[in-house]
């Protein structure tokens, strides 16, 4: 296309185009901004979606491990608080701060 155009607006001076490349393409700022921030938001929710789907086999594993080993048993109200404290935890940006339960389980 860019081949053909050159073509015909040249050919009133008696030039003939054999060959035409674009060799460097600039965008304006603001538009090279946007499309880099597309482009970095793209990434991050792939990362995301990674992120997730390896944090969930995890907490599955986890959880299974658990009830095989029979380490602890826990109710659906402990479960479901220990599936979201490891969701937390492996899906967070920053370290976890650990916090030890010295009480009992048991009120």
Do not use: P, Q, W
């Given at each position: 296309?860019?081949?053909?155009?050159?073509?015909?607006?040249?050919?009133?001076?008696?030039?003939?185009?054999?060959?035409?490349?674009?060799?460097?393409?600039?965008?304006?700022?603001?538009i090279a901004s946007a499309m880099l921030k597309r482009q970095q938001?793209?990434?991050?929710?792939?990362?995301?979606?990674?992120?997730?789907?390896?944090?969930?086999?995890?907490?599955?594993?986890?959880?299974?491990?658990?009830?095989?080993?029979?380490?602890?048993?826990?109710?659906?109200?402990?479960?479901?608080?220990?599936?979201?404290?490891?969701?937390?935890?492996?899906?967070?940006?920053k370290d976890a701060s650990p916090v030890v339960n010295a009480g009992?389980l048991n009120h």
């Open positions: 296309a860019l081949e053909k155009e050159l073509e015909e607006r040249l050919f009133i001076a008696g030039i003939e185009v054999l060959e035409a490349r674009i060799g460097y393409l600039a965008y304006a700022n603001e938001a793209t990434a991050i929710v792939a990362a995301r979606h990674k992120i997730v789907e390896g944090a969930v086999g995890m907490v599955e594993m986890a959880l299974n491990e658990l009830s095989r080993k029979e380490i602890v048993n826990l109710d659906d109200e402990r479960r479901a608080a220990m599936v979201s404290n490891l969701m937390v935890i492996l899906c967070g940006d009992t």
